[in-house]
């Protein structure tokens, strides 16, 4: 596995819950850092959005809409690992959440899901009212 996310879960609205993404060190060896990476999110019927992501050329983060100023990504390189702080929980953010990574760096590039070229098997969050 390329990419491993974990921590989803059932949460009430208006909680906090923390998302992990680990990359295979054999898959990216020393090049993790010059991946960005993103997440994205899908829930039941409808398209995977964009949530966030993070450029790996210069820390450049962005954010979709609904979740801004709720949700913070970081990354530890040393570890191979990406983070989803998720707070202020909604009811609305129930989906399954995928990471990804992508050897882009724009913001047009990170938010088009095309431009990604690993995936993990996605976490599935459940936020209840």
């Known amino acids: 596995v390329q990419l491993q996310a974990s921590g989803g879960g059932l949460a009430q609205a208006g909680g906090s819950m923390r998302l992990s993404c680990t990359a295979s060190e054999r898959t990216f060896g020393r090049k993790f850092g010059t991946y960005s990476m993103g997440w994205f999110r899908q829930a039941l019927g409808k398209e995977r959005e964009f949530v966030v992501a993070?450029?790996?050329?210069?820390?450049?983060?962005w954010y979709g809409d609904s979740v801004k100023g709720r949700f913070t990504i970081s990354r530890d390189n040393d570890r191979y690992t990406v983070y989803l702080q998720m707070n202020s929980l909604k009811p609305e953010d129930t989906a399954l959440y995928y990471c990804?990574?992508?050897?882009?760096?724009?913001?047009?590039?990170?938010?088009?899901?095309?431009?990604?070229?690993?995936w993990g098997q996605g976490t599935k969050v459940t936020v209840s009212s």
């Open positions: 993070k450029s790996y050329r210069d820390g450049r983060t």
């Open positions: 990804a990574a992508s050897p882009y760096y724009s913001y047009s590039d990170l938010t088009s899901m095309r431009k990604y070229d690993y």
